[in-house]
């Protein structure tokens, strides 16, 4: 059983920054993959960005603003974001895939003002 936890989320205005975090409880260079994933009022959960074996990806929408990266020492994955607009706002959550099984946290919530 995998637990993750995310934190880092907020209020913060057009055009600013924030970072997430994943904690999980396996050591993450043992995950398969790890993923961030948002879901907005009304709209599906989306995909935003993940890390695997094959590298980093990231979806159209927040490419070049977003950046997601594993620290294995803290068993920690971030989500730096840059350049925030409302259209960011969502609640976030980390998604790991581990012995075929796959894990989600409980979210953390985005709110970007104009």
């Known amino acids: 059983q995998v637990q993750l936890t995310e934190s880092g989320g907020g209020l913060v205005q057009s055009g600013g920054s924030l970072r997430l975090s994943c904690g999980t409880s396996e050591s993450a260079a043992v995950l398969n993959m790890m993923g961030w994933y948002r879901e907005a009022p009304g709209k599906e959960r989306e995909w935003v960005a993940s890390?695997?074996?094959?590298?980093?990806m990231y979806s159209d929408s927040v490419k070049g603003r977003f950046s997601i990266s594993r620290d294995n020492a803290k068993r920690t994955v971030y989500l730096q974001m840059n350049g925030l607009t409302p259209e960011d706002t969502a609640t976030y959550y980390c998604?790991?895939?581990?012995?075929?099984?796959?894990?989600w946290g409980q979210g953390t919530q985005v709110t970007v003002s104009s």
């Open positions: 998604r790991a895939i581990w012995g075929g099984t796959e894990y």
């Open positions: 890390s695997t074996g094959s590298g980093l």
